[in-house]
T-cell receptor
Framework: EPEVTQTPSHQVTQMGQEVILRCVPI?????FYWYRQILGQKVEFLVS????????KSEIFDDQFSVERPDGSNFTLKIRSTKLEDSAMYFC?????????????FGPGTRLTVT | QQPVQSPQAVILREGEDAVINCSSS?????VHWYRQKHGEAPVFLMI?????EQKGHEKISASFNEKKQQSSLYLTASQLSYSGTYFC??????????FGAGTTVTVRA
């Protein structure tokens, strides 16, 4: 069964450093998402992406965050200057369509630890 | 605005039933239910749409009251594999899926 993959599974970085989290969505899916989950808390929406553009973003997704689809398969989340509070599990998700009745398939996540 | 879930946690014995509620202050187009096991990604369970259509993959049922902007997830004859944290996600007139705080379900033998 096709699945969303993410790399790395765990990333440790120092405060102020840039990190890039990588995702490979399911191949025939057109809509891509990033979510964040701070340990023990709920899953929070960051951004949705379609047709090489951001379609929606949350208040969390400020200027230090950016997303890109550099080629036909990868979808990346860049955090320019990491802060301690960026430590969280980051999930990538994809859906076949962007309509409100399409399920999103989540990847296994990247645990980001900022020290 | 995120939906509100209740209860926060529930403990069941195998075979018992439980109901998890999800309510929103904004008009909903659809409600999505996911289950997350510890250390794993959320897994899609079901979508409930305005108008009554349901899309799901498991033997877990749910309801959606559009007027009250509420959804309920029914865990019937619970199994050990039902343990996990259940999140409801609400979608209004946008792409954003806003999740509730989650309900932790523990099923014991």
């Amino acid at each position: 069964e096709p699945e969303v993959t993410q790399t790395p599974s765990h990333q440790v970085t120092q405060m102020g450093q840039e990190v890039i989290l990588r995702c490979v969505p399911i191949s025939n899916h057109l809509y891509f998402y990033w979510y964040r989950q701070i340990l023990g808390q709920k899953v929070e929406f960051l951004v949705s992406f379609y047709n090489n553009e951001i379609s929606e973003k949350s208040e969390i997704f400020d200027d230090q965050f950016s997303v890109e689809r550099p080629d036909g398969s990868n979808f990346t989340l860049k955090i320019r200057s990491t802060k301690l509070e960026d430590s969280a599990m980051y999930f990538c998700a994809s859906s076949e369509e962007g309509g409100r009745d399409y399920e999103q398939y989540f990847g296994p996540g990247t645990r980001l630890t900022v020290t | 605005q995120q939906p509100v879930q209740s209860p926060q946690a529930v403990i069941l014995r195998e075979g018992e039933d439980a109901v998890i509620n999800c309510s929103s202050s904004k008009a909903l187009y659809s409600v999505h239910w996911y289950r997350q096991k510890h250390g794993e990604a959320p897994v899609f369970l079901m979508i409930l749409l305005k108008g009554g259509e349901q899309k799901g993959h498991e033997k877990i049922s749910a309801s959606f009251n559009e007027k009250k902007q509420q959804s309920s997830l029914y865990l019937t004859a619970s199994q050990l594999s039902y343990s996990g944290t259940y999140f409801c996600g609400s979608r209004g007139d946008d792409y954003k899926l806003s999740f509730g705080a989650g309900t932790t379900v523990t099923v014991r033998a």
